[in-house]
C-alpha cells in the first residue's frame, strides 16, 4: 500500500522592531528578506507561507515597493500564504484585549489592501499563549495560530500525538492550532538539506502523521551571523528546496490553511500559558534558570528521554520578565496607562487614529523582554516605545482636554503602593515615596523624551560564560552553529564591568556617605551607607496642587546617621514649575541628635541620552574642564553650581541649577549583555552624584537647592 505524501507546512517569520536603526532594515532586507523571496519564486510549485511584522512592512513600502508587488503576485498565483497578526508585533496576550483585537484587525486590513487576500491564519509574536487568546483572535476573524510543539508537551501529550492540528476554546470561540517541530527549527537552515528531509521521512512514519509544520524567523536565512555564505553563497536554501520539488511524491508542500479545509483536527486540547522553550527558561530568575540548566544536563548524563521529561520540566512565564527587569514593568505599566487613556476618546475624534497607532507602535514586543538578542538592553528600543507612549498620550490629553497641572496618588506600577502622577503640558513625573521618594519617571513632552529612560545593571545567567572565558571551538565545518550555540566576545575585558546595582536607578535619591567617598566606591555601590534614606519609605505631603499654578509635594524621612545614629530628618519639598519642565527640589536636614554630625549628602540622578559615544551628545560644564565630553565620560568636577547634559539630535538640553556649590561625580552606565553577535557593553546613560558636606551641630539645620530642568536647545 502507497504512503500518501507527508504534507509539509512551511513558514518564516519576517520582523524588525519599532525603533530599529534603518540601516538593520536595508542591510537585513538585502542579506536576507530580498533573497529568500527571490530564490523561492524560482520553485513555483513549491507552496510556504510567510509573516510580515507591521514595522517591516511600512519601511518596505516606503523603501523597497517592488518587494510588496512581488509578494502579491506570488499570493495570487497561489504559491505564498501570507499571515496575519498583531501589526506592529505585540504580545497580544499582555495587552489590553481592545488593543489586541485593534492590532489583529489593521494587520488584517494591511494585508487585504496590499496583497488581495484576507489572512485565516495568524502569526503570535514569540509564540506567547495565554488560553483566553481564543476569544480576541476568533472575533478578530481569525481561524489558526501556529505554536511549538512545547505547548503541546506541558498538555500532556506524547512526541507521537503533535502533528497535524489540533483545535482549542475559550468561552466557545474555537481556534485551530499547528505545532511546531523544534526538532526542524534546529535541523533548518543548519543541517544538509537531505538530513532535513530524512528526518520528515522518518518522523512521519515513527508519528503515522499527514502533516509536519515548521516555522520560525526568517533572519536565519542569510541575517543570523555566519548564515549568509551557507544559506546563499553556498546555496543551501536553493537545495532545500530543489531538493522538495524533486520529493514531492514523499514530501508535499501545503499552506496552513489548505491543510485546514482538507483534514480534521487530531482533536481538542487546552493548553497551558507557555512558549518556546527557550523563552521559558530567559524568563526565570538567573539562580533558578542556572538551577534548571544543572538539572537538563543532570538528566542527558543519566541519559532519561528528553521526550518524556519536557512534559513535566519547563521554565517560567514571560511575564516573570516585568519582575525579572524593573525597567520592563515600568513600560508595561506605562503603556497600560495609555492604552486606558487614548480609549477613552470618542470614536469621533479625528486625532484618536494616530493616537492608536502611537500606542500600538509602542506595543512592541521587544523591547519588553531580553533572551538571545538585546532586546530590553537596547536603549533605543526602549526610547521608541516611550516615544510613541508620550506622543499618544499628547494626543490623548488633547482630545479629552486634560491638558492642566495635576497630581494623582495611584499604584502606578502595580507594587502595592502608591506612587505620585504629576501630568503638566510640558512633563510627566513619577514619584515613588516608597521608595526614596525618587523620580521614577521624567518625561518632556515636547520632544516626546522620557530623560530618566535607563537600565539597572543586573546578574545574567550567561555571565558566568564570560567570567569562565569560555571559548566554543567550532567542529562544525563549513555549516554555521545555531544562534543557541555560539559563544563570542565583541569586547576584551567584560568581565570588569559585571558590576550589579542593588536597587532601581531612579533619580532624586538621597545618600549620607564619608565625605571622602570616592568614585569607584560609588560606581560599585561599595560605599558605607551613614543613613538609610535612598530606596526608603519617605512621608508625603501634598501642598499644593493648582490646575493653572505651581503644584508642590513635601516628602520627609527621620533616621538615624553614623556609628552613633545620631537623629535627622531630611525634608525635601519638591515644586513643579507652571510654564516650564522642571522640578524644584528644596532640601533641609535637620539634626535633632546629642553628637555633632560630619558627612556627605549625595543626590542621585540616572538619566539617558541614548547615545553615549556620539559627538552630539556631550556634558555642559561652565568651567570648560569637562565641556562637550561625550557621555560615557567618567569624571570628578569640584565647584560647580550649575552642570548640564545636551542632545543635538533631539535638540533637548538636561540642567542642574545649584544653590551652593557641590562636587559632581559622573559616570556611564553600561551593562553586559549577550546580543546575535555576541557579549557586548552597553551605554544605558549617565549616573551623576551632587555632593555638599554636612558638618551640623545639635539642633542645627541646613539646607540645599537644585533646579532640575528639560527644555528645547
Not at 533605543?380 to 516605545?385: D, N
Not at 540642567?655 to 551605554?683: H, M
Request: glycine share 8%; proline share 5%.
Amino acid at each position: 500500500m502507497k504512503t500518501e505524501p507527508l504534507k509539509f507546512l512551511f513558514a518564516v517569520h519576517n520582523h524588525q522592531p519599532v525603533g530599529n536603526f534603518g540601516h538593520v532594515f536595508e542591510e537585513t532586507f538585502e542579506k536576507c528578506y530580498r533573497p529568500y523571496l527571490e530564490t523561492l519564486s524560482q520553485f513555483p510549485q513549491l507552496k510556504t507561507s510567510a509573516h510580515f511584522s507591521g514595522p517591516l512592512l511600512e519601511w518596505i513600502e516606503a523603501h523597497r515597493p517592488d518587494y510588496l508587488k512581488q509578494i502579491r503576485k506570488m499570493v495570487g498565483a497561489g504559491q505564498l500564504e501570507v499571515l496575519g497578526g498583531g501589526f506592529y508585533e505585540p504580545l497580544l496576550a499582555t495587552i489590553p484585549e481592545e488593543d489586541a483585537l485593534g492590532q489583529i484587525q489593521m494587520m488584517s486590513r494591511y494585508l487585504k489592501e496590499k496583497f488581495g487576500a484576507a489572512p485565516r491564519g495568524l502569526w503570535l509574536a514569540e509564540r506567547i499563549w495565554s488560553p483566553t487568546l481564543p476569544r480576541v483572535i476568533s472575533q478578530a476573524g481569525i481561524e489558526f495560530t501556529i505554536l511549538d510543539d512545547t505547548h503541546f508537551s506541558y498538555s500532556g501529550l506524547e512526541d507521537k500525538a503533535i502533528h497535524g492540528y489540533y483545535i482549542t476554546e475559550s468561552e466557545g470561540y474555537p481556534l485551530n492550532l499547528f505545532p511546531i517541530s523544534k526538532e526542524l527549527r534546529y535541523s533548518i537552515p543548519f543541517d544538509l538539506p537531505e538530513v532535513t528531509l530524512e528526518k520528515l521521512v522518518t518522523m512521519q512514519k515513527e508519528r503515522q502523521c499527514e502533516g509536519l509544520t515548521y516555522a520560525d524567523d526568517g533572519e536565519k536565512f542569510g541575517s543570523w551571523p555566519d548564515t549568509w555564505d551557507w544559506v546563499y553563497g553556498e546555496r543551501y536554501l536553493e537545495r532545500l528546496f530543489q531538493s522538495l520539488q524533486d520529493n514531492r511524491d514523499k514530501i508535499e508542500t501545503l499552506h496552513f490553511g489548505e491543510y485546514l479545509d482538507q483534514h480534521r483536527p487530531n482533536g481538542r486540547v487546552y493548553l497551558p500559558p507557555a512558549s518556546y522553550e527557550e523563552m521559558m527558561e530567559w524568563a526565570l530568575p538567573v539562580h533558578t534558570s542556572q538551577e534548571l540548566h544543572h538539572l537538563k544536563q543532570e538528566m542527558t548524563e543519566k541519559e532519561i528521554d528528553p521526550n518524556i521529561s519536557r512534559r513535566f520540566i519547563r521554565g517560567g512565564l514571560w511575564n516573570n520578565f516585568l519582575v525579572k527587569y524593573p525597567a520592563s514593568n515600568r513600560m508595561h505599566k506605562r503603556m497600560l496607562l495609555a492604552s486606558r487613556k487614548v480609549n477613552q476618546l470618542a470614536e469621533s475624534d479625528p486625532d484618536k487614529p494616530e493616537a492608536l497607532r502611537h500606542l500600538y507602535r509602542a506595543q512592541c514586543n521587544c523591547s519588553y523582554w531580553h533572551g538571545m538578542f538585546g532586546g530590553l538592553y537596547l536603549n533605543y528600543l526602549r526610547h521608541a516605545v516611550y516615544e510613541n507612549l508620550l506622543k499618544a498620550q499628547t494626543l490623548a490629553s488633547r482630545g479629552l482636554q486634560d491638558t492642566n497641572i495635576k497630581i494623582e496618588s495611584l499604584d502606578y506600577d502595580l507594587d502595592g503602593q502608591q506612587e505620585f502622577l504629576v501630568t503638566h503640558p510640558q512633563m510627566t513625573v513619577v514619584i515613588s515615596p516608597a521608595r526614596g521618594g525618587g523620580v521614577v519617571e521624567f518625561d518632556y513632552l515636547p520632544a516626546s523624551f522620557n530623560i530618566t529612560n535607563i537600565l539597572e545593571r543586573s546578574k545574567e545567567a550567561y555571565h558566568q560564560a564570560i567570567l569562565d572565558h569560555v571559548e566554543r571551538t567550532d567542529d562544525s565545518g563549513d555549516q554555521p552553529q545555531s544562534i543557541h550555540d555560539r559563544v563570542r566576545f565583541k569586547q576584551e575585558g567584560l568581565e570588569t564591568f559585571l558590576v550589579y546595582d542593588k536597587e532601581e536607578r531612579l533619580s532624586l535619591q538621597e545618600h549620607f556617605v564619608a565625605p571622602e567617598v570616592s568614585m569607584d566606591q560609588v560606581k560599585s555601590g561599595t560605599y558605607e551607607v551613614l543613613g538609610a534614606f535612598a530606596g526608603q519609605p519617605f512621608k508625603t505631603t501634598l501642598i499644593k496642587a493648582g490646575s493653572n499654578s505651581d503644584s508642590s509635594l513635601r516628602f520627609s524621612r527621620k533616621t538615624g546617621l553614623g556609628a552613633n545614629r545620631q537623629s535627622v530628618e531630611l525634608i525635601k519639598h519638591l515644586t513643579f514649575q507652571k510654564n516650564e519642565a522642571s522640578i524644584q527640589t528644596r532640601y533641609e536636614v535637620i539634626h535633632t541628635g546629642e553628637e555633632y554630625l560630619k558627612g556627605s549628602l549625595g543626590v542621585e540622578f540616572n538619566v539617558s541620552l541614548l547615545a553615549g559615544e556620539a559627538p552630539d551628545r556631550y556634558f555642559i560644564d561652565p568651567s570648560g574642564e569637562f565641556s562637550n565630553k561625550p557621555l560615557v565620560t567618567e569624571g570628578q568636577a569640584f565647584g560647580r553650581k550649575r552642570w548640564g547634559m545636551r542632545d543635538e539630535w533631539s535638540g533637548i538640553e538636561v540642567s542642574w541649577d545649584l544653590e551652593q556649590a557641590a562636587r559632581i561625580l559622573f559616570y556611564p552606565v553600561e551593562t553586559v549583555s549577550q546580543s546575535e553577535d555576541g557579549f557586548e557593553k552597553t551605554y544605558q546613560g549617565t549616573c551623576l552624584w551632587f555632593l555638599w558636606d554636612v558638618d551640623l551641630k545639635p539642633d542645627e539645620k541646613k539646607g540645599w537647592e537644585i533646579i532640575w530642568k528639560v527644555e528645547r536647545v
